[in-house]
Every structure is written in C-alpha cells, then in structure tokens.
C-alpha cells in the first residue's frame, strides 16, 4: 500500500473544500430538516450486535451535511484507502511502522476466531483469557487468600495512562455489575498522596496489588508499585508473602520477575496492544475481578461485534466510518478547534477522560506516513464531563459562544437505577440539548417572549438569540451493558483510527510522551542533591532553584 500522499493531495479533499465554501458553510439545519422529512431515517444508522445484546442508534441528521457533501466525504475515505488499511490492520501487518508492530487489539476480542489475524501471540490469547478467568474467579470467591488466610477486600490497580484509564473507565461504567463487597481503588500518578489515600483504605491483609504496566518500566507505575509493597512488607515481615499480594501485567515478563512477582502471577499480552487499546488485554484484569470474567467476556464479545461491522459494512452504513468522516468535515473543513463527547449517564463519568487518550494520543501526530509534515489539522481535541453537569457549567459557549464545537451525545434508553422520573428527565435534556443547538432561537422568537419595552433593548435581544447550526451526533445506547459498552468503545476506536488513516498519519505510537519523561529523569538529580542545577535555560534553572529554596522537608 502507498502512502506516499497527504491527505490535502487526494481528489475528495479538494472537492470537500470547494463544497464548504460554495453551500457547506451556509447550511440551515431548519431548512434542511423543513426540505427533507426524511432526514432522520437518511441519516441515522442503527447497529444491533450478532452475538450479544448490545444495539445502538446512531443519527447523525443533526450535522452540516447533504448527500452530496455526505458522499464526498465517504469518497475521501475511499480514496485514503480506509478499507485495505483496516483490512491490513485485522490481518496483522505491521501498520505500526514507526515502532514495526501489529496493530491487533481486534484480536484480543476475537473470541470467535472470525479474522484469523496472524502475529506472534494471537494463539496465546484464549490461555490468558482462562488465566485470567481462574485468577478472578479464586479471588471473588474468596478461595484465594491472603497471607493470614483472610479473603482479599480490596484491590489496587497500579498503573497509568493506558493500563489506568481503561479499567478505570470500564469498571464505572459497569458498576451496576460490580462485586460491592470488592473495593477497587486506581492510583496511576506519582504524587504521593494518590498511593497514600488508596492506601488508607487498605488492609494489607485484605489487598491485592495489581501492578498494570505494559513496559513494565514506567516512572510512576514502577514508583507506585515500590511504595506498595514497602507498605505491605511493613506488617507482612516476610518477602514470601508478597506473591499472595501483587501480581503483574505486562509485556516485559523479565522486568516483573525482577520486580519479584512469581511466575503464576503474571499475566502476559503482547506488543501488537497498544496500551490505549490495552483494556482487552491481561490489563483488563482488574475489571474481570470487579464485574467477573463473564462479564468481562461480554465487554469483548460487543466489542467484537462492533469490529465485524466495522469490518464488513459498507462506507455508506460504516458507522465508526461515517462518524470519523463527520468529524473530519469539522476539523478540517470548519476549522473547528475541539470536540465534545457529553454522556448522559453518571456511571460513564470517565468516558470523556479515557477517550481523550484515544484519541490524541493516537491522532496528535504532524508527520504523515510519507515523512512529510501535514498541511492539515489533525487529532481532534476531544473533552466533556456528563450531562447534565456540562449544561450547567460549558454549555454556554457550546450555544452561543463564537466557537464551533461538534458534540456528540450519548445516552441509555435503559437505565440501570430507574428512580421516579430521573431517567426521562435526563433524557427530556438529552433530547433537548441537540435540538436547541441545531434549531436555535430566532430573533422574531425572542422577541415574541418579551415585554414591548425590552424588545427595544437590543443588547437583551441579540443576548437571547441563538444562532442555531450547531452540529451534533445523537447516540442511543440500549443499556450500558457490557456488551453494548463493549460496541461502543470498539466504535469509537474504530472512528479514530479511521481518521488517522485519512490523515496518513501512525495513529499507533506515541513518540511525543517521550521528551518530557527524559528530561524529568535529567532534573530529579538536582532536586535530590546528587548533582547540581546546571545546563538548563534560565527559566528552568530559576524555577528549580526557587523550589530547593522553599521547599520544607
Ligand atoms: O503501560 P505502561 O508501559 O506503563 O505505559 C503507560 C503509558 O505510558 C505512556 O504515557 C504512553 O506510552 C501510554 O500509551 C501508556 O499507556
């Protein structure tokens, strides 16, 4: 495959350009839906899972498109060869070229064997699985025992970035299936107080340390995991006792070993898992052993689901396809600066903050597979808090600020805590909140509301207004089930990588969290005296040098 392009040289871009400025920029969402009473039956695409229960509505009607615009930027697809990438990815070549890895989380979910994805270690996912099964299970029952022979109550998942926020994520949008008598603690930084308030929690009798690293070499994780076990090994006494008390999660089965986790302890996975697409892996562990490994299995069975879709429906009903195009138009076309996901559930309150690693971890790249800068936007800057905190707190500029930002919502049809009237006024602003943005609010209509005499107040009437086009896609999910969690999250990822494929982009490594680390490594001598503050610019150099003055301890 060829990838000696940008994505600004394909014919469809050039077009896509032409059309935003000849009838994109000026679409009315009033006229268009007044135009076309089929609109929404146009342009809304349902997904209901093979093997599972997971079923999603996804209507996209609410977005500055017309079929011409909508067909062209399927055609951009086609022509940045989104399918023969995909197809390359489930077959496991190596499209993580910068690292010369296979990309092939799809495998970890491949419980059916449907893709026959062929890499190094795809044979070993079912015993990993099993492993984790029987680990999980030993410890729900209680069979597994601490060191004094009391059943373990608390589990602590150390570790960050991609072996934290997915289990994180996935364990409370779950927790209506959680082990309640289980508590679950994450503590993936390396300021102290994260480990120091998990660990006030804790019995060191009672606690499982779940030390969730794929390099297994990790500053905060490894640090955090050092703490652990000095805190343990306080009452414990004996080192035997640590491999009833922490087990690892890794790529690098020779580091855990130094770390001293025995050999039945260790879960393994491989390096064709990115560690954000590394929650269906043995760094899912954490999530077997709060929701069981039955449920866990649903999570990758919906999520399986959504990557048979992904892979066998066409561009025009590719779901992850449609929405990465959609979000491209914006991006790239409107010069939107950011994208909000706004979750209408409590229990998905860290949905956002997980798929902000998705997302910009694997799309903020400048340099296109061909070696040359882009010329374009890329990652999307993606944010959101669920609703309806968000109304309360962001809204405002989503409706009448001077800035674009493409929205989409997502909400249960179901919920799993149905208490009075709270679900369907939840939805009543669900359902709101598109509307009010695509709609607006006229100024005839404002004025319709007032007093005579301030409909002569201009400023109060212009304040009123609400300009409407404001695009959104709507996302009904039947339950957050763990399949249909599963088929969302598989959706959204598939949506990423879909645009990084447009933007001939390595959406599968991430060389930018690189300098930062080194140069922390470079400065901690100085701040623990074994070298001095030098070769640093002046304003480095006068930071750390006011820390060393005013710092207590
Ligand atoms: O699991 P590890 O190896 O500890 O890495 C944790 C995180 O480190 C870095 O920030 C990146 O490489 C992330 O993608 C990764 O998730």
């Known amino acids: ?71 062209s930027l399927l055609d951009l697809a086609r022509e940045a060869k989104v399918e023969e990438q995909r197809d390359a990815m ?67 998942n150390i570790g960050i970035g991609g072996s934290n926020l997915g289990p994180l994520m996935v364990t409370e949008a ?46 905060e994780t490894i640090t955090n995991a050092t703490t652990a076990r000095d805190w343990f090994l306080k009452t414990a006494g004996s080192k035997e006792h640590v491999s009833k008390h922490f087990v690892a999660l890794s790529t690098n089965v020779k580091a855990a070993t130094d770390f001293g986790i025995a050999e039945q302890n260790m879960f393994k996975f491989w390096d064709w898992v990115g560690g954000r697409y590394s929650l269906w892996s043995a760094i899912g562990l954490s999530i077997c052993l709060v929701i069981g490994y039955d449920n866990f299995e649903q999570v990758l069975l919906g999520a399986h689901d959504m990557d048979e879709h992904f892979k066998s429906a066409p561009l025009e009903q ?80 989503i409706h009448q600020g001077t800035k674009l930002v493409p929205a989409d919502f997502i909400a249960p049809v179901e919920t799993h805590n149905p208490t009075g009237q709270h679900h369907d006024i939840l939805l009543s602003n669900f359902f709101a909140q598109p509307e009010a943005l695509a709609f607006g609010k006229t100024e005839e209509e404002v004025k319709a509301e007032l007093s005579t005499e301030d409909q002569g107040n201009s ?14 896609n709507s996302i009904m999910i039947q339950k957050i089930s763990p399949a249909g969690l599963g088929a969302l999250l598989s959706m959204y990822e598939h949506k990423i990588a879909t645009q990084g494929f447009i933007w001939n982009i390595n959406s599968f490594d991430q060389w930018g969290v690189e300098l930062g680390k080194v140069l922390a490594k470079k400065i901690l001598p100085s701040l623990t005296g074994e070298k001095g503050v030098d070769g640093h610019d002046s304003s480095t150099t006068g930071l750390i040098n006011y820390y060393l003055k005013n710092r207590k301890q």
């Open 1 to 71: 495959m060829s990838f000696n392009h940008l994505a600004s040289e394909l014919p469809a871009w050039a077009k896509l350009q032409k059309l935003y400025e000849s009838k994109g920029k000026a679409i009315d969402l009033r006229k268009a839906f007044d135009a076309d009473p089929k609109r929404f039956e146009s342009y809304s695409r349902a997904f209901t899972g093979q093997k599972t229960d997971a079923a999603l509505l996804v209507d996209v009607s609410k977005n500055l498109i017309d079929d011409e615009i909508f067909a």
């Open 90 to 156: 489930y077959a496991g070549e190596r499209i993580n070229s910068s690292e010369d890895r296979s990309v092939l989380h799809i495998a970890l979910r491949d419980l059916p064997g449907a893709f026959g994805s062929k890499a190094e270690g795809v044979d070993e996912v079912k015993g990993e699985l099993a492993h984790m099964k029987s680990f999980s299970d030993a410890v729900r029952s209680g069979a597994h025992k601490g060191y004094t022979g009391k059943a373990i109550k608390s589990i602590v």
């Open 174 to 219: 779950l927790k209506p299936y959680a082990k309640r008598d289980l508590a679950a603690h994450f503590v993936s930084n390396i300021d102290g107080t994260h480990m120091v308030e998990a660990l006030r929690q804790c019995d060191p009798e009672t606690t499982l340390f779940i030390v969730a690293s794929k390099t297994f070499t990790t500053q």
């Open 318 to 397: 590719n779901i992850p396809v449609i929405l990465a195009v959609i979000g491209i138009w914006y991006n790239n076309f409107f010069g939107a600066q950011s994208y909000a996901q706004l979750c209408y559930d409590q229990y998905m309150h860290r949905f956002a903050a997980y798929f902000q690693q998705a997302s910009m971890e694997s799309n903020g790249k400048g340099v296109a597979k061909n070696g040359k800068p882009v010329n374009y936007e890329t990652g999307e800057i993606l944010w959101g808090e669920p609703g309806t905190d968000g109304q309360h707190a962001f809204y405002q500029l």
């Open 459 to 472: 400023f109060l009437v212009k304040s009123k207004i609400f300009s409407g086009n404001r695009p959104t």
